[in-house]
């Protein structure tokens, strides 16, 4: 029996689907025989998956988009044109590696409290690096991302398109501003974490964040946090444009769809 088949049944009872079959193919075949030959196939009286059609739409709509944009990119990088990748992330003293070489009952010690929250605003491209950084104390805000652009745009070399994700504070006017013909801004589609290379500088650092977390139980002003995490990201400096050089392969899996 086809998928099809069963979706379009799949409202019926085993009574009715026997009516069914028979009313079609003139076959008489009674509830308990058509069950044994659904368990033979694999077919179960189950809870289904549900996609709703609204939702279907929207997935179908974003992926779209995000194929676009990355059909966008390609085109820019196989011309030479720069690329500069901006995204944030936040860190507090409470994040910690999800899994650990212990005992089952062992239990690490852990500030009482996670302290103050520091946010990364970065930017890397395939032709410099690691372009720019700056530690904000708490969430990245417009003034703070507006400084950011601000030192941004002086540090990039020649023309740039400068990608970012949808955070309102990269939509304010302030921010707008400082963008020209010259350093253009652009934005990735809603849920395209996987468009955006810096991600993965963000993985490693948050790696290294966590296990000094482990190291460290006591707590850090803000000061020393910022000053380690300072460290930390300028240990990954030298990786960063590898990491956007290797961006070709997750536009690859964009255009073919698995994104989304």
């Known amino acids: 029996m086809s998928t099809k088949l069963l979706k379009e049944w799949a409202h019926l009872s085993l009574a009715q689907r026997s009516m069914k079959l028979e009313q079609m193919f003139g076959v008489k075949v009674c509830g308990e025989l058509l069950a044994h030959y659904y368990k033979r196939n694999g077919i179960n009286y189950i809870k289904p998956q549900y996609a709703y059609l609204r939702k279907q739409a929207q997935r179908e709509e974003l992926t779209k988009h995000q ?3 990355s059909l966008e990119l390609a085109q820019h990088i196989s011309q030479g044109q720069q690329i500069v990748y901006v995204d944030e992330s ?54 703070e991302f507006k400084v950011f652009v601000q030192e941004l745009v002086q540090k990039v070399r020649g023309d740039a398109l400068v990608y970012m994700d949808n955070y309102t504070v990269h939509h304010s006017k302030v921010v707008k501003d400082f ?12 849920y395209s974490c996987a468009l955006n290379p810096i991600e993965k500088l963000w993985m490693l650092v948050k790696g290294r ?34 990491l956007a050089n290797c961006h070709y392969q997750h536009i690859v899996r964009s255009l073919r769809g698995v994104f989304v």
């Open 209 to 242: 964040w966590k296990r000094l977390m482990l190291e460290r139980p006591d707590a850090m002003t803000e000061e020393e946090m910022v000053r380690e995490l300072s460290e930390i990201i300028e240990s990954f400096k030298d990786q960063c444009r590898g």
């Open 90 to 143: 936040s860190f507090h003293q409470w994040l910690v590696p999800s899994r650990a070489w212990v005992r089952r009952d062992t239990v690490l010690d852990m500030p009482s409290s996670r302290g103050s929250s520091v946010t990364i605003i970065g930017a890397i491209s395939e032709r410099a690096g690691l372009v720019h950084y700056k530690i904000v104390s708490g969430n990245n805000n417009a003034q």
């Open 67 to 69: 194929q676009e944009v």
């Open 179 to 190: 963008f020209n013909d010259r350093i253009q801004q652009r934005f990735f589609p809603p």
